[in-house]
């Protein structure tokens, strides 16, 4: 088989390392208190409460409560707050808190040597932005808009940084303005993939040297009227309603479907040496990210890109303490990934799918399951899965559920996919000193 | 030794041709494209022009199109203009190499609102006499209103997702969306994809179309438009002193990055070698380019570096030129800050002059445009050019294109956020 790395990055000299998390989850926020909710297997998917959601077929989701972006954003930076959306102020605030975690602040590291990776969306709008507009250009007959009405006394309604407040790369400019970061910055959006290609693509900055340390962050905010029709109207969401804590259910024969979450997940990452000079707390290493396609969504592409990822780490999967998949629930999504995962690992190592817990966070979730493992590692612990009662033949995989069980091996691998087949792999190993 | 990794295929669908050749051709003539907007009426909106792809058709590029109608312009286009690379490379059959070492890198925006379905339910289910919206009613209504297949089509990673799918392109998949400067990021980070070995082939470039009611009420709130109305094709006038916004384009446009060996061993055209990439942030303000080019400078400086060149190197610089007042200014402060007293002599041009500015996708088609320049040794204007800005006062091709010698070309693309990307291509020699 062909390298897929050129350098072999156990011996390089700029391995990369995690020193920073920050979490917003509808199961708790900051590290401390998402590991805690972790391990006792608290439930983060409830029935919506941002809205009426009487009219949705499935009306659950993992929603952050009391969450208050004005009390926690850098203070001289407060009057941007009316720029933001939810999703901004999520991804933001993540940044904050992982830099917080990492003893980090405004031009500690020098503004060159610093940058951001961030996975996001466009966000949708907020209704109140549109509404008055809207009513303004409606036709007499209510049929849809006048467009001149809408250009003459609709657009005049709609607040002049409208568009900013949605765009995907404003979190990373926002953060960057904040702590003054001038290095690489970019901006990740293909859905549940764009958190590890993020990381991905924070690696090899990091391994060309353009920067000492990166933030690597995601964040969507699902739970929004119009974002959650659209999904209703194409996804596979669960219908059990009468029972949100057991709606998703990971390669459980019962699953009927996923559910959306939203939050952030935010890391520090930083070359060892840097690390190592600061003495930073380090919670572990990144060996590897790969991506790539499967067409169609049937497994095998699915295994390339593991095997890929795990070629690149040099690492064998008897080094795997165990996988962390994706898990959304879904009928046809389950049984593809775990066909992919059983043909590189068999039925041999724990499949942890932390998802059923809070929700699919979409370019905020590959970095928030990503976290469940680091913490794993870290801690020495593995909390189970939730709501996997009954195996499928279908998914062929062993899923660790029950009781958390020692973490026995350095390495974990994450994975994610999309809707059309898009797959990263992720490669995590316990840090030692 | 760093892999070296060279441009064997070029794809393009532009408001001035859906052709490198034809796209080239227009450049050089200096004509443009814009005219009043089609595919909305935008008669009473501040500005009421844009620069349009006109009579597109995804069935003219693949079988199957139908298959696609639901997806938006930006994967249609993004289709379109894959399949005219691929093609041009020679590896549009997907028997042809390993798939599994061919990606994809795509700076691409989002998918249509369905904007008649929003606003008559944003009015229903506004509560009468208060700003107020009803969510919950909203929901019930839009349900109804808005059609599920097409939704579906319109996420953010349908176009890098469907371009994998339809040409068998199984490598790293991403994509990127840093407004202005997502196509050169993608771009880029390919090269960087290729260079440590994750993949053989990227097919790297980007995608877009603002052209809609809400892209085009977006940016008319910022004040980021030309409202020139009276005259649409002297809008887009970068760096003249009575510039006063940008013309909002659209397009695609995709090049194919190859490892040197790998193209070699298959015989296939080198168009270029891409030899420079750099990227920085401005940190500085959301829409505001830092005043004194910082971010640029810097961006400026590192592709440089990276290509082993020095600034008097470089024959030709494809410009970002927007012509809206900061960008311009400010472009014309770093590159002077970069290139010292050569910035007087060498020439830099604007493209946008004459496409318009096709926000994500900009950067790619403007990298093009500098490959042919660099293979025909013709370097094209920046046309209605016409009253010198004492702060914009660089050689700036005004109006006709112009033959010049050069090896090494640089682009610039910058975007909202402070994002600054610059990438230099340079004629291929061994």
Known sequence: MRPNRITDVTTHSRRTMLT???????????????????????????????????????????????????????????????????????????????????????????????????????????????????????????????????????????????????????????????????????????????????????????????????????????????????????????????????????????????????????????????????????????????????????????????RNALASAGIAATDVDHVNAHGLGTTKGDAFEARGIAEVFGKSVPVFAPLSRFGNLGAGSSLIELACSVLALHHGKLPATLNHTQPDPDCPVMVHTGQPQTVTRPCAVKLSYTELGQCAAVVIRKWTE | MRRRVVITGMGVVTPLGSTVAELFTSQIEGRTAVGPITRFDARTFPTTFASEVKDFDLGKFIRNAERYHNCGLNTQFALAAARHALEDANLLDAGKGDRSRMGVYLGSGEGSDEFPALVRGLAHASTPGSQAVNAGEFVNVMLKWMNGPRESEQEMFTPAGHLAGVFALEGPNQACQTACAASSQAIGEALDIIRVGEADVMVAGGSHSMIHPLG????????????????????????????????????????????????????????????????????????DPHPQGRGAIRCMNDALRDASLKPTDIGYINAHGTSTQANDSTETAAIKGVFGEYAKSVPVSSSKSMLGHLIAAAGVVELVISVVALRRGIVPPTINYGTPDPECDLDYVPNVAREVRFRHVLSNSFGFGGQNIALIASRFSE
């Open chain 2, 216 to 287: 085009v009420t977006g940016f008319n709130r910022l004040t980021a438009l030309s409202q020139r109305n009276e005259s649409p094709c002297t809008a887009s006038r970068p760096f003249d002193r009575e510039r006063d916004g940008f013309v909002i384009g659209e397009g695609a446009g995709l090049v194919v990055l190859e490892e040197l060996e790998h193209a070699k061993k298959r015989g296939a055209t080198i168009y270029a070698e891409l030899t420079g990439y750099g990227t920085t942030a401005d940190a500085y303000r959301m829409t």
């Open chain 1, 20 to 306: 920073g998390l920050g979490v917003i989850s509808p199961i708790g926020s900051g590290p401390a208190a998402f590991w805690d909710a972790l391990l006792a297997g608290t439930p983060g998917v409830h029935t919506i409460t941002r809205f009426d959601p009487f009219a949705l077929p499935s009306k659950m989701a993992g929603e952050v409560r009391d969450f208050s972006a004005k009390a926690l954003i850098e203070k001289s930076y407060r009057r941007t707050l009316n720029a933001m959306a939810r999703t901004i102020e999520f991804g933001v605030i993540g940044c904050q808190f992982a830099m917080q975690d990492a003893g980090l602040a405004r031009r500690t590291v020098p503004p060159e040597r610093i940058g951001i990776e961030f996975a996001s969306v466009m966000g949708a709008t907020e209704l109140d932005d549109l509404g008055p507009a809207s009513v303004k250009a409606l036709k007499p007959d209510a049929s849809g808009p006048d467009m001149a009405a809408w250009g003459s006394a609709g657009l005049p309604e709609v607040p002049p940084l409208w568009m900013l407040k949605y765009l995907p790369n404003m979190p990373a400019c926002h953060a960057s303005v904040i702590y003054d970061i001038q290095g690489p910055s970019n901006t990740q959006i293909p859905g549940d993939t764009a958190g590890a290609v993020a990381l991905g693509e924070a690696v090899r900055i990091l391994r060309r040297g353009a920067a000492d340390v990166m933030i690597v962050g995601g964040s969507e905010a699902k739970v929004h009227p119009l974002s959650l029709s659209r999904f209703n109207l194409f996804s596979q969401f669960s219908r059990r309603n009468h029972d949100p804590e057991g709606a998703i259910r990971p390669f459980d024969r019962a699953r009927d479907g996923t559910a959306p979450g939203e939050g952030a997940a935010a890391f520090i990452l930083e070359t060892l040496d840097h690390a190592l000079t600061r003495k930073a707390k380090i919670y572990g290493e990144v060996l590897a990210v790969a991506s790539g396609v499967d067409r169609g969504l049937t497994g095998p592409g699915l295994a390339r890109v593991i």
